[in-house]
């Protein structure tokens, strides 16, 4: 009897899966890198000159350019994915990404080339947000598109792991590198380490990725040539819906997330003094659980539905996010990462775990790549890319924090409502279901 070979394509739902997971977590990786250090050198060392307060708005607008990009990156993504293949288009972001967030970490400070620096660093970082828009719908797509009903929420959630992952070690590596060198040194070199350390592990998701097969409903749709000829339009105009409600959805979890993790940072730092690490320990601990607690919350999905989860996450994520404030405010390192646990652990993960498949379930194959993507990343945009940068202003505005959670809450008053309207796919034992055709259970 032959064995197989080691390079054999990955066939099978776990080893999709798990390959999917390997894959976006390098990806977030790259991405998170700029998000963490956006929080704490890029406002320094790229927009000096100005006031802390001004310098951290510059930098958080940098920040989102790269969520403006990604709906690009979903457009372009999706159409070759609904055409030619998931994998295919999976290898080219991951590529983008690393080669995008190694350049970063050799690019030279304003102190060298003055504007040119964050100029560049912009255009950077709109590379990463092509990359990442590529990135999550064909992951998406490729997991739940190998697995059985009853088990779909499980096996995509394999593609959101990547998300707290790719934290971790994007938040570990700044840890480990602010632990092991002094403030000066830091600054100098040191944050550009992680950024450096992207080629390896690029490396290392292209070997998984290659090995990665399109499931078969795809080859078979498209060898029977039926694929869409404009993908994105086609969502557009016959999943309006869907593409909708796929936004809402996603809106105020990623604002929960980029809150507590991004500009949770940021106003730790302004709170607490430069040096502290209550912020990047919370995060450490968040995503290292968060491993566990997206798949839990996934799994309990295809057993109660999408639409409870959800539901209890977005309402959740408001107290969680006010007790965050109020840790900050009490000084106690405990207590900040308990809160942060409660916004991301329990609240976010609720909703952002069984988004793969539910998001993937409301399309139709022949544009599912496109649709998919579409609603995740103009959510993206709206929830997340502004939601640091509209933070900071409010903050500096009324002098508290309380501002950020009333606008949390008209975001999560966005994504209940669509809960409430989305069909529930769960129980569907067809993992194509037709957007038109009524749940079979909610």
Do not use: C
Request: charged share 10%; no cysteine.
């Amino acid at each position: 009897m032959s064995t197989p070979s080691p390079a054999a394509p990955v066939r099978t739902p776990r080893k999709v899966a798990v390959a999917s997971a390997i894959g976006t977590t390098v990806e977030w990786y790259d991405f998170y890198l700029y998000a963490t250090a956006t929080a704490l050198v890029f406002n320094t060392l790229f927009f000096p000159g100005v006031s802390s307060t001004a310098g951290t708005l510059a930098a958080f607008a940098t920040y989102a350019a790269g969520f403006g990009a990604r709906p690009i990156g979903a457009v372009v993504a999706g159409h070759l994915g609904d055409r030619i293949g998931r994998r295919t288009v999976l290898v080219g972001a991951l590529l983008t990404m690393g080669v995008a967030t190694t350049l970063i970490g050799v690019l030279p400070t304003y102190a060298s080339v003055g504007v040119l620096a964050p100029t560049l660093l912009v255009v950077l970082r709109l590379v990463q947000g092509l990359a990442v828009g590529a990135e999550w719908g064909g992951a998406a797509v490729l997991s739940v598109e190998h697995a059985s009903a009853g088990r779909r929420g499980l096996v995509g959630s394999f593609t959101q792991i990547g998300s707290p992952a790719g934290m971790l070690l994007a938040t570990g590596s700044f840890f480990l590198v602010r632990t092991l060198v002094d403030p000066e040194t830091f600054l100098a070199w040191g944050w550009r380490l992680p950024f450096l350390a992207s080629a390896v592990l690029v490396i290392v998701g292209l070997v998984v990725r290659l090995r990665i097969v399109d499931a078969p409903e795809f080859v078979a749709l498209r060898e029977s040539g039926d694929v869409a000829r404009m993908p994105v339009v086609e969502a557009l105009r016959g999943s309006t819906r869907s593409v909708v409600l796929t936004t809402g959805l996603r809106i105020s979890q990623i604002a929960l997330f980029v809150l507590v993790t991004t500009y949770g940072l940021t106003y730790i730092s302004q709170t607490l003094g430069k040096n502290s690490s209550a912020g990047l320990l919370a995060v450490v601990i968040t995503s290292a659980i968060g491993l566990a607690s997206t798949p839990l919350w996934a799994y309990v999905s295809d057993r109660v539905g999408r639409r409870r989860p959800s539901l209890f996450g977005a309402f959740t994520g408001l107290v969680g996010l006010a007790l965050f404030f109020l840790a900050v405010q009490t000084g106690s390192t405990l207590l900040i990462v308990l809160a942060s646990v409660l916004a991301i652990n329990v609240a976010h993960d609720a909703m952002y775990g069984p988004q793969a498949a539910w998001f993937a379930e409301l399309f139709d194959a022949r544009v599912r790549y496109s649709g998919a993507s579409l609603g995740y990343q103009i959510g993206s945009v709206l929830g997340g890319g502004f939601s640091p940068l509209v933070a900071a202003a409010l903050v500096a505005l009324t002098g508290a924090p309380w501002a950020v959670v009333a606008y949390l809450a008209i975001l999560t008053a966005l994504t209940a409502t669509a809960a409430g309207l989305a069909r529930e796919t769960a129980f569907d034992p067809d993992p194509v279901a037709d957007p038109d055709t009524p749940a079979v259970r909610v």
